[in-house]
């Protein structure tokens, strides 16, 4: 979210709450000459910016003011996009140990790893829309798989995740048909301080040979901050070769400001060597995947006019996978992305009229063993204005995207949000975008082994119609009831068919159609116990042949319950059911996904040993050793536990 609609009124407050962070270490050497050049790049575009500076007007100096919740909060009540947000506070508090876990924890957000990436889905689409991710406000996802590797985003970093509820806004950039996900890196350090140290360890083991370990330390002083982040981790998995080995290693680096300029640069490494197991009815028990990606991110962030504020990033992924078949055959894929986004936002003195302009680019180059070298080129322009007159807030977005190989694609949002008294906010929403294919889904392999998926380079865009309509009731603080409409309608709906050779293939759905309501209910029951509860009912068509949609359970509903006992001992506990689903366009009964339920519980106690903050917490997943699949052929784990403990000194 962009705070400085909040706070308009006196844009003294927003400058010290910006900062971005990320995560690199040690680079390997096929990375290394990509990452020198683009590095060199950020440092003479620094280097141009404040040298720019200086030669103009001397710069303002700016107060410090810290943005509280509360008026986040209020923006996010009075905004017309259906937008959750989970804080920093929230994640510590919880222990989670990944995004997996954080956007698991949220209403109506489901995420199954798969392969290299995880399959999202939000308000029960199951994998039918696009869900975009962004790092800091810039793209995430790959355009190879499509999804975005969570595992290679360090926790310690995570300042705040904000899920957008489809139709998402326009200046977030395409791609977003099923929802959007941005996830805020931040350093804890707000503003100038003295020269301050903090170092955070975490430990887990658990069930299945898990065991990892990450650290993180942050150095502040004066105008300046650095934090560097690593992670080791090992699993073995239940099924025959579904272990998996990962590290990860970062920096985060806030550099000196010039007056009301602030400049950010970051970067991240991870790598893993894992096994591709298959489903059950096509094992390839010999599969093997060895994966790394390094990302560099470099942003400027100020003030333009007397009205204005900028948001430039500058960013590059670097990606490579060996994919082993069972066969013994060898498959290599790199991808390189390099880019830019830029948001300019102007507001007026009363707070009652914005405008933000949304500009990008980006480069895209693969080369693959089994299909070839290919390129894609990006850019979009997109403009957004939100309009408020009292109780009532209008907003209006328009985007067009050029993309090399599939020309233009025009994409349009329109929200209204009234508030009907105090407590009560009716928000109405409707949006049209289109979704490109991935390269994999043309060419090449996406998730998984080689003896699994192939592409379709037949396949044609998705064009979506999005809208809904939900009303947000606040009965006290801390207790509230939102409900939400919401119908999407797709014409060219990218789905999978799997052959006679047990192999799936993309391809186009004439038209498919979701509708539903989403109910979400929060209640503080005292100061130690919270209780929320989501439900999802939703009725899917595939209208070339009057079949569900696949992935797409008719309901599924999460209820999580929160007390913390006197001896400061919190508990969680989280019940959820999910309805049947179809894995096959034909809706076959051998293919089916039979309902379930299950049972998380979590116990987390904080210590202080000496100075050192710690807090232990013990985890078990799918508590009644529950059976089902996750995917078609692939069955779930079932009791697993995982034991922690995270030391802050």
């Known amino acids: 979210m962009r705070q400085h609609a909040l706070i308009n009124n006196d844009r ?25 050049v683009f590095g060199c790049m950020l440092i003479l575009s620094w280097t141009g910016i404040a040298a720019a500076q200086q030669n103009g007007s001397e710069p303002i100096i700016l107060d410090t003011v810290v943005v509280t919740a509360s008026k986040i909060e209020d923006y996010k009540k009075n905004n017309p996009h259906l937008v ?30 798969s392969g290299t990436g995880s399959r999202i889905s939000i308000q ?44 998402v806004p326009v200046w977030l950039g395409p791609g977003g048909t099923g929802g959007a996900i941005n996830i805020v890196l931040a350093n804890e350090r707000q503003g100038k301080s003295k020269t301050k140290k903090n170092t955070r360890i975490r430990l887990v083991g658990g069930s299945f040979g898990n065991a990892g370990i990450s650290a993180s330390q942050m150095i502040a002083a004066d105008a300046l901050s650095l934090k560097l982040t690593a992670s080791a981790n090992h699993r073995d998995g239940r099924r025959t070769n579904t272990d998996r080995d990962s590290g990860s290693a970062g920096f985060q680096w806030d550099l000196p ?56 990033k500058l960013f590059m992924d670097d990606l490579s996978l060996e994919d082993r078949s069972r066969t013994g055959s060898v498959a290599t894929l790199d991808e390189l992305v ?59 977005g328009a985007r067009c995207d050029y993309t090399s190989d599939f020309d233009f694609q025009p994409a349009a949002h329109v929200g209204l ?41 037949d396949l044609k865009e998705e064009t979506v119609l999005t809208v809904s309509a939900g009303i947000l009731h606040e009965f006290s603080k801390g207790r509230s009831l939102e409900i939400t409409l919401f119908r999407a309608d797709t014409d060219k709906m990218i789905g999978y068919e799997e052959g006679t050779d047990l192999i799936k293939r993309p391809v186009n759905i004439e038209e498919g159609s979701r509708q539903g309501i989403e109910s979400t209910l929060y209640l503080k029951l005292s100061d130690t116990l919270l209780l929320d509860m989501n439900h999802v009912w939703q009725d899917t068509c595939n209208k070339d042949n009057n079949k569900d949609l696949t992935y797409a359970p008719d309901h599924k509903f999460k209820a999580t319950l929160k007390w913390t006992s006197p001896f400061k001992t919190r508990v969680e506990t989280s019940f ?10 034909a809706n076959s009964q051998e293919k089916k996904l039979s309902d379930y339920q299950t049972v998380d519980l979590k116990f987390i106690h904080p210590l202080k040993i000496n100075s050192c903050k710690t807090q232990a917490f013990i985890y078990f997943e799918n508590l009644f050793n529950q059976g089902y699949d996750v995917h078609y052929g692939y069955p779930d784990d079932g009791l697993r536990f995982t034991i922690g403990l995270t030391m802050e000194f």
């Open 12 to 36: 003294k407050k927003w400058i010290s709450k910006h900062s971005l962070s990320g995560s690199i270490h040690f680079w390997p050497t096929p990375l290394v000459f990509r990452l020198i």
């Open 84 to 113: 959750q947000e989970m804080t920093r506070d929230q994640i510590q508090k919880s222990s989670f140990t990944g995004i997996d876990q954080v956007l698991n924890a949220m209403p109506g957000v489901e995420v199954k790893k």
């Open 124 to 167: 029960g689409s199951g994998g039918n829309g696009k869900i975009l991710v962004l790092i800091n406000g810039r793209p995430a996802n790959s355009t190879q798989y499509g999804s975005v590797d969570l595992d290679s985003i360090p926790l310690d970093m995570v300042q705040k995740v904000d899920v957008f509820k489809p139709p």
């Open 257 to 312: 400001s010039k007056g009301n300029t602030r400049y950010d640069l970051s970067g991240r490494y991870y790598r893993s060597e894992h096994g591709a197991s298959g489903p059950v009815h096509n094992p390839t028990p010999n599969a093997r995947q060895e994966y790394q990606k390094g990302s560099l991110d470099f942003r400027v962030k100020g003030f333009c006019g007397e009205t204005g504020d900028y948001d430039i």
């Open 338 to 396: 390099f880019g830019f986004k830029n948001e300019a936002v102007w507001t007026d003195e009363n707070n009652g009229f914005s405008l933000q302009l949304m500009t990008s680019a980006s480069r895209d180059r693969i080369e693959h063993t089994l299909s070839g070298d290919h390129k894609r080129e990006n850019a979009g322009i997109g403009l957004q204005s939100d309009i408020k007159q009292k109780t009532m807030t209008l907003s209006l």
């Open 417 to 457: 949000n009234i508030t009907m008294d105090p407590g009560t906010r009716l928000k109405l929403n409707g949006g049209y975008s289109v979704n490109i294919p991935t390269f994999g889904q043309l060419y090449q392999p996406s998730h998984g082994s080689i003896d699994q998926v192939r592409g379709n380079p």
């Open 576 to 585: 959820t059911a999910l309805g049947s689903q179809f894995s096959d366009h």
